[in-house]
């Protein structure tokens, strides 16, 4: 299957800081996305981003489908964005289902 | 705008017991999911399910665990008799077609004790 390796495991930010998470895929995909579990376990979506590059607020994603990565960017980061930052993909043909990274865990600071 | 829930957010059973999770996907949503993530661990894929029927199920998903969409709005996993390793959050996901973006709901957190 699909491997999905994100990086950095763990992130400690001061409040204000930005970031960069990155999300590699060891083959071609038809569906990427970022979510973010809080601290109560939920998961919120975040970008539906199988390429290109999309903003929301103070995050955007970017991807890179040749190149088999995604990138997070986060800026002037808070302390509600503490949690754990998931990329998911849906690998190449015929499968139709989310294989998920080990996550990026962030912890902000104030 | 339209979301995916869960009922219950947090049920503590005990071992051997059956449980029902619910899950009300989005409304015009074809596909439906079931997700689970042990604490500390990634989220794993459990079974998609299609027109009434499992199209797709991992080694997770034996024989204690069955999925049904009794009505037009729900869909539900039961697991059969649940044991200690079946603790986890389970998260229930749809989407319209076969491909694009899989929209989840909050998650039902399971304690087996």
């Known amino acids: 299957g699909i491997q999905v390796e994100q990086s950095p495991p763990d992130l400690i930010l001061q409040e204000g800081a930005n970031s960069t998470l990155r999300c590699n895929f060891s083959?071609?995909?038809?569906?990427l996305q970022w979510f973010h579990q809080n601290p109560w376990g939920q998961l919120i979506n975040l970008f539906y981003i199988p390429s290109g590059t999309k903003q929301n607020g103070r995050l955007s994603a970017t991807t890179v489908a040749t190149e088999r990565y995604s990138l997070l960017y986060i800026s002037s980061s808070q302390t509600t964005d503490s949690g754990v930052y998931f990329c998911a993909v849906e690998w190449g043909w015929n499968d139709y289902k989310l294989s998920f990274g080990a996550g990026t865990t962030v912890t902000v600071r104030a | 705008e339209p979301e995916v829930t869960q009922t219950p957010s947090h049920q503590v059973t005990q071992m051997g017991q059956e449980v029902i999770l619910r899950c009300v996907p989005i409304?015009?949503?074809?596909?439906f999911y079931w997700y689970r993530q042990i604490l500390g661990q990634k989220v794993e894929f459990l079974v998609s399910?299609?027109?009434?029927?499992?199209?797709?199920k991992s080694e997770i998903f034996d024989d204690q665990f069955s999925v049904e969409r009794p009505d037009g709005s729900n869909f539900t996993l039961k697991i059969r008799s649940t044991k200690l390793e079946d603790s986890a959050m389970y998260f229930c996901?749809?989407?319209?077609?076969?491909?694009?973006?899989?929209?989840f709901g909050e998650g039902s957190r399971l304690t087996v004790l």
């Open positions: 996901a749809s989407r319209q077609g076969h491909t694009g973006e899989l929209f």
């Open positions: 399910f299609y027109n009434n029927e499992i199209s797709e």
């Open positions: 409304s015009n949503h074809l596909y």
């Open positions: 083959d071609s995909v038809n569906n």
